[in-house]
């Protein structure tokens, strides 16, 4: 969670990209337009002398004037699926944004009346960047889909009111028919598809992301970079080659293959002949391990002599199903790709094992051989899942795959 965390405020710093000057006083007279977010999802009414910025999100919404002296913005946080991860509360949202950016004075604004947000906050702020001080005008509000941020900010010349930012504010209005389009293609995933996903679906819910979506993520621009980073740095998979040996090397190694010849070491040294109760005391006598790790082993052990390689190879199929997505995402294969491979491997899944406890106690098993740490928060996630409104794993387990792309 503190990953995803650190994401978010990272995100959060992108407002000093906009918010570098004051809000003034004077009355602004101007003819009014209308923009639309990138993604289509929301609009707003502005200065029609104002050009579009990118601010490298596709839900995200930044205008300013020639020579950057005025500026203002719309960031949008979905409540579910947002590649920054999803926030509890607009409450949460203002406390990042406050705590990620070096805002001072804050002092309550006149709060704009819009029919489309509700719990709408106003608030003024000092920031300081580079040693320039400036005034900024913000506001929050949420919506069932999601919460919103509406910031303001203008030149030394204090020619603005709160009065324009006001009827901006006032304009915004999300677009029904976009949002509707992009929760029915959700909720629109055949059962095998959500089969998929259930696979894979803690780490999808730990990233803030949706898991009633392939991968988490709409396939956009976006997604992709993020794919290819995420790809790169933890895997060093960069293309399509890279992407064939990642997933060949989980389906026929993995980390179940050095699991398996552990145990098969442990066997060797006479452990399957001491009582189950006194082999992490026999372990720990015998080998250089810590009393903890000791335990580990003789746990694992018991588990191996009931299900031999597929005691830890659920923790396999379940990255090469994550990877597959994250191929999907970032281009590297198609869609349809991504789907025969991960049929295929899911089809191996239920034949190794019974339920979804079955399949995730090997998942855990095999993380715990990988990261050498407990699993507990891992299970924690797991039950806090299936206890959800939308529990992924709510589909059957023995859900009869079938090719339907």
Known sequence: MKKLKEMKKAALVLLSVLLLAGCGKQAKIVNMKEYVSPDGTYSIEADESYTITDMGMESWLGLETSGGLESLGVMQFPKKGGILGSFASLE??????EESNDLSEKKEMPKPENANLSGIEAYTYKMTQDGYSA???TVFGETDYAYYLLMYSESKVKRNSEDYFGKVCASFKENAEVIEEKSASAADLSDTIRWFNASNSMLIYV???DYQLYGGLEA???SMEIAKQVLDNSWGVTD??????????LLTEGHRTDFAGEMEYLSECGIDQVEVSERAAFLYENFEVTEEQAQMYADWY???????EDAASGWDYNRALSQLANFYLAGYYTLEEALDYSLNIAEMIQTSFDSWDDYMESYFTGYEYWAEESSEERRGVYTELQNAGDNPFSVDFKTKLERSW
């Open 92 to 97: 949460e949202v203002i406390g990042l944004m």
């Open 302 to 308: 018991g588990k191996y002599e009931e299900s031999f």
């Open 240 to 249: 399509k080659t890279s992407a064939d040996e990642t997933l060949e090397w």
């Open 220 to 222: 956009d621009e976006t």
């Open 135 to 137: 005034e900024v005008c």
């Open 207 to 209: 990233n803030g992301w």
